[in-house]
């Protein structure tokens, strides 16, 4: 699942714009494909290191914190997304909430719901490209556009056998990252 748009100082509907590409489109997708799944399946989402849990305003990152975090309520923060990013602090990368936020939740969704809907031994991972030259990462990122398949290669080419320690987790560079 490769989603990803993102706006230089959006409005609040270009905000809901990217809330719904980034997120609640992988949500749609991810539920009509996964009857179709093989029992040995993967599915890999694609995020970012702007994703992170600790890169985010304390409001949000407290409601993907919550122990009892279900779809519904994943759900829910999404959609009351501009008001539970009010205390965001930009950063050198993104001096708006909503793309790090999509994808924050993409990572929620990822780690702590998704793994609960597979089979036996389907897994799911959240992969981070990395700055890439692509039209969304600029000529001026640091890789070339080749190099953000690295990941998703390797975690395809892994046996086919659930891995706990990868199944769920967020990816960056073949290594695990956290939340």
């Known amino acids: 699942n490769n989603a ?3 706006y230089h100082n959006p409005t609040d509907e270009e905000a ?3 809330i719904q590409t980034n997120f609640l489109s992988v949500i749609k997708l991810t539920d009509k494909l996964i009857p179709l799944l093989a029992e040995d399946g993967k599915i890999l989402n694609m995020s970012s290191s702007l994703g992170l849990f600790s890169g985010q305003g304390e409001t949000l990152r407290k409601a993907l914190e919550e122990p009892k975090l279900d779809l519904p309520r994943l759900l829910e923060v999404a959609n009351n997304f ?5 205390d965001y602090q930009p950063g050198n990368f993104s001096k708006d909430p909503s793309y790090p936020g999509s994808k924050a939740l993409l990572n929620a969704y990822t780690s702590r719901i ?3 809907q ?6 799911v991972y959240a992969i981070c490209p990395g700055w890439c030259r692509t039209d969304m990462g600029t000529d001026s990122a640091s890789l070339p556009a080749e190099a953000g398949a690295d990941t998703p290669l390797y975690l395809i080419e892994l046996p086919f056998k659930k891995d706990p320690e990868l199944n769920g987790k967020f990816i960056h560079e073949r290594k695990v990252q956290g939340y």
């Open 4 to 6: 990803g748009i993102a």
């Open 16 to 18: 809901k714009f990217t």
């Open 82 to 86: 501009l008001e539970l990013t009010k």
């Open 114 to 116: 998704l793994p609960g």
């Open 118 to 123: 597979l089979g036996a031994n389907q897994q």
